[in-house]
């Protein structure tokens, strides 16, 4: 229990920095994603195609590629190809990385890895804290509009 109220009281003390950095991260990766269904979606719905599936396979194995490069390369190409900040963040996240803060684009790595640089532990997991449940709550929210989103038929047919 005393661990707990250590954490409590490490979002407390970084209260302000959460939330303004949870906007910032929430907005990076609502770009990112909304880039990601805008180019994906359609690659998806060619790639089902029967006419289409010898050349799906290949452009399944490119896009792959992006799984096995390191991701502090993907940052790097990120920051080369469009600089440093926001847009280098989206980009990174685009393809694949929780990184975005070294590459300027800001969110709560900014709390996490500041906290790792100045060993201030508080820090540090005030930012893993709100990173995680952020991410538990945009999964919660994402599937309660699965759930709405998808007839009761579908839903019964899936199970």
């Known amino acids: 229990m005393a661990a707990f109220n250590t954490m409590i009281e490490w979002l407390q003390a970084y209260w302000n920095e959460v939330v303004y950095l949870s906007l910032q991260h929430l907005q990076i990766v609502a770009v990112s994603s909304a880039l990601a269904i805008v180019i994906a979606l359609p690659i998806g719905v060619w790639m089902s195609r029967p006419n289409n599936r010898r050349r799906a396979m290949a452009v399944m194995q490119v896009l792959n590629i992006g799984q096995a490069v390191p991701k502090l390369a993907l940052l790097t190409l990120a ?52 990173t995680a449940g952020l991410a538990m709550l945009v999964d919660m929210l994402c599937g309660l509009l699965q759930r709405a989103s998808v007839s009761r038929g579908l839903q019964l047919a899936a199970r």
């Open 79 to 130: 920051m080369t190809l469009v600089g440093v900040g926001a847009p280098a963040a989206i980009f990174a996240l685009w393809v694949a990385t929780p990184l975005a803060f070294l590459v300027g684009g800001g969110g709560l790595g900014e709390l996490i890895f500041t906290g790792i640089d100045l060993n201030d532990y508080g820090m540090m997991l005030a930012g893993a804290i709100a």
